[in-house]
């Protein structure tokens, strides 16, 4: 059915890799257990992005015959000009091709970025990022901190309605925010420092902190921090929502599950004056309807959005890139700074890996080059660096770089030595919907059972990972990403009931100091220490800083390249 798009992208690989991904990958799944895949990794050392010297980062929608990233053919995320606010064409079913089922519709139920990409269109917050990542007022009208940031009052946009017709109203915002405090990770880190929320008038909240909290609007920007009828909060004050009314500029009309999650525009949705800016800013609804569409399998994403079945695809495959530039019909967006990768432990007691030293025996073994290889292709689309900040931010450390790529096989046997390690199985969670995590975890586990670990490799799809690293006694390992362009304290696994379940006292200290401060240099060194203590706690093993590969239809204008993806002020132009 599709021969030629299949012939051209067999013959752009072939001509593309010398020693490929998929070469490394045959060999991992072939080898697994034996010496000779240590070998091949060897053989595939070459590429290395050395820290400190890393590439230009890079996001845009590119021409499909446009040059390569290596040709420095796109554009910094930073430097991506906002989608026009106006101008476009009302109309059409936009048709987006994502990874798989989301666990939930609720961002304060799950941290899954792809629960968060399909809810803003429905939910919105106080605060949106700009351009600069920075918090500007979104459902707020205006806001002013007071009493030396341990105040702050923030009054509502008077014409927003909810989706039934409803107006916002204070009540709204202090239940939703209640609900934050409650489910999401980052709203309790928040709320710890609330003394007071309550109502000053109906379209005025007022927050009393109990020292100073200048980073309030940092985390009321999120998209857990959403806010959704009194009444609905309230119903669902612990659990997951079972019903889906905001204030967004698309509403939910239905989800029929593996086929697809539909949203409709609002008619009603009156947008910010102005233009759009990053995340923020105006946002117009143009489609008539936004389905997205379950499709693990990346394959079948890439080739549906050749054959036109698709509009939009995510988490392309980074080996076709060459391919997919070939197609006439096709824009791609490679964005760079994006996700940090790695493989977090489960450091409760019913885990293993609740062991520092066992932790440390899994952190000294790993060679992260062709790891970061096997997830991310070639060495343009991934960074190597020790920080949990990109080097485009103001957060970026060298705190704990020893802890780093230490590929240290030695230390790594002696280490599990000390730890007393038996050769009981490490339950490591994967999925192949997100092909960098199965890619990604086949080299790993040659790596540590290259030391005497015993890795038990349960792959299974998304959403049942998610629920499953929930269960404290059902894994010991998984792999997943986090934004490298946000505030370190807004990390999910900075809060003890993240999946991970890290505790450390050190780490609130520093947490709830960075909460506060506004001092640069306090700040910086704040971040630095809170690097470093994440790494002498083994938290996790993080590999890299890997990009994204997104394609669309030319026909889809307006779309604005930035790290999350997002519908409004987009249109079809046929």
Not at 21 to 40: D, E, F, I, T
Request: charged share 25%; hydrophobic share 40%.
């Amino acid at each position: 059915m599709h021969s030629r798009y299949e012939v051209e992208r067999h013959l752009a690989l072939v001509l593309q890799r010398r020693l490929g991904r998929r070469g490394l990958l045959r060999g991992s799944a072939a080898l697994l257990g034996g010496g000779a895949l240590a070998s091949l990794l060897a053989a595939c050392g070459g590429g290395t992005t050395e820290q400190g010297g890393a590439p230009t980062p890079t996001s845009a929608a590119t021409a499909a015959a446009g040059p390569s990233p290596a040709a420095g053919g796109v554009t910094p995320t930073a430097a991506a000009q906002p989608s026009p606010a106006a101008g476009g064409k009302k109309g059409g079913v936009l048709r987006v091709a994502i990874i798989g089922e989301p666990p939930a519709l609720d961002p304060q139920f799950t941290t899954a970025t792809i629960t968060a990409n399909i809810t803003w269109h429905m939910f919105e917050s106080l605060f949106a990022r700009d351009a600069t990542f920075s918090p500007k007022p979104m459902l707020a009208e205006s806001y002013e901190f007071q009493d030396d940031n341990k105040v702050l009052v923030i009054t509502l946009r008077p014409d927003v309605k909810f989706h039934d017709g409803r107006p916002l109203t204070a009540d709204d915002v202090i239940a939703s925010l209640t609900r934050y405090s409650k489910l999401s990770g980052r709203g309790k880190n928040f709320f710890t420092r609330v003394a007071n929320l309550d109502k000053v008038d109906e379209t005025t909240v007022r927050f009393e902190f109990k020292e100073p909290t200048g980073i309030a609007p940092v985390f009321l920007a999120q998209v857990d921090a959403m806010i959704i009828p009194k009444d609905l909060a309230e119903a669902y004050p612990d659990k997951e929502l079972g019903e889906y009314i905001g204030t967004g500029p698309f509403k939910f009309k239905e989800r029929l599950p593996d086929r697809h999650i539909s949203l409709v525009r609002n008619d009603d949705y009156i947008p910010l004056e102005g233009a759009a800016d990053g995340y923020g800013g105006a946002r117009v609804p143009y489609f008539d309807e936004i389905r997205f569409i379950p499709v693990p399998e990346q394959a079948v994403r890439g080739d549906g959005l050749v054959t036109d079945e698709f509009d939009f695809a995510e988490q392309l495959s980074l080996d076709n890139y060459d391919a997919f530039t070939a197609e006439p019909d096709l824009s791609l967006q490679v964005t760079l700074p994006y996700y940090f990768y790695g493989a977090h432990f489960n450091k409760s007691q019913e885990s293993i890996m609740s062991n520092p030293k066992l932790r440390h025996a899994l952190l000294a073994a790993v060679d992260v080059e062709p790891v970061a290889k096997a997830g991310f292709s070639r060495s343009e689309f991934y960074r190597l660096y020790s920080s949990m900040s990109a080097p485009e931010t103001p957060w970026q450390t060298e705190g704990g770089a020893e802890y780093y790529n230490q590929k240290n096989p030695e230390k790594a046997k002696q280490l599990l030595q000390e730890a007393g390690y038996d050769g009981r199985p490490i339950r490591w969670l994967s999925t192949k919907e997100y092909s960098y995590n199965y890619n990604m975890a086949l080299v790993l586990k040659q790596q540590l059972e290259a030391i005497g670990a015993v890795i038990d490799l349960q792959v299974m799809d998304w959403a049942t990972l998610v629920k499953t690293r929930s269960q404290r006694d059902a894994w010991d390992i998984f792999i997943t990403g986090h934004e490298s362009y946000q505030h370190p304290v807004l990390q999910p696994y900075m809060n003890a009931s993240w999946p991970g379940f890290w505790a450390n006292e050190r780490r609130d200290q520093l947490v709830q100091q960075l909460m506060g401060e506004t001092d640069e240099a306090k700040i910086k060194e704040y971040v630095t220490e809170l690097d470093k203590v994440w790494w002498e706690d083994a938290a996790m093993i993080k590999i890299c800083e890997g990009a994204t590969l997104r394609g669309y239809r030319k026909r889809l204008q307006g779309y604005a390249s930035r790290p999350d993806w997002f519908f409004w002020n987009c249109w079809f132009e046929e």
